[in-house]
């Protein structure tokens, strides 16, 4: 049955075995080649295993064939963000929160695209609303000392930092940061025990 055989495609994706479910996927498009759901999982076997232009292409089938589904618009809203587009990320982004306000993937994205566009007053306060309502999500927190950066809010910036590090010690590129930071701020021994 086409829909078992969806379901068999969607678990190989969660366990991570993608190049089973594009097999399956594959197959089943091409049985059925306006089956949006089966072009949205085959977007997310190939976003996972690093097949962009594929995941793209499958991405755009998906929002064609499901023009109400959230998932997708979220997908390829991704896609945009990562190609430099900035006006389609934040299209696909904010059409993805209509359809389903608590898409959170939806709303980091937004706020990623808008700041990429230089727009740091608008991402400044999405980053602020999603921290409000979720508190200590270590994504938020990055996006919004992000944000914080790229106004020159170093001092609002490092605190955020310092929280991520609190929840997730091997978060990298929060350390990173924090290091670039004391040593812009003329603290090389703070930042070497910080490494430390």
């Known amino acids: 049955l086409p829909q078992a055989r969806l379901v068999k ?18 197959q089943l498009i091409q049985d059925n080649p306006r089956w949006g759901d089966a072009q949205l999982q085959l ?16 991405a755009v089938e998906a929002v064609k064939l499901m023009n109400r589904n959230s998932r997708a618009h979220t997908v390829l809203a991704h896609h945009h963000l990562r190609t430099g587009e900035f006006e389609s990320a934040q299209k696909e982004a904010a059409i993805a929160l209509q359809l389903d306000p608590r898409n959170i993937r939806a709303a980091i994205t937004l706020g990623q695209s808008l700041l990429a566009a230089g727009k740091t007053d608008e991402a400044l306060k ?23 950066l790229a106004r020159k809010e170093f001092d609002k910036a490092a605190p955020l930092l310092e929280e991520i590090l609190s929840v997730k010690p091997d978060f990298i590129t929060a350390l990173a940061t924090l290091t670039a930071i004391d040593l812009q701020n ?7 025990k910080r490494v430390r």
């Open 9 to 26: 495609a969607k678990l190989a994706i969660h366990n991570g075995k993608n190049d089973e479910a594009i097999t399956t996927l594959d």
């Open 43 to 58: 977007a997310l076997a190939h976003l996972n295993k690093g097949n962009m232009e594929l995941s793209q292409k499958a």
């Open 126 to 148: 999405i980053f602020e609303q999603m921290n409000t309502m979720l508190p200590g999500n270590v994504d938020v927190l990055h996006n919004l000392a992000l944000t914080r």
């Open 186 to 192: 003329k603290q090389p021994d703070k930042a070497m």
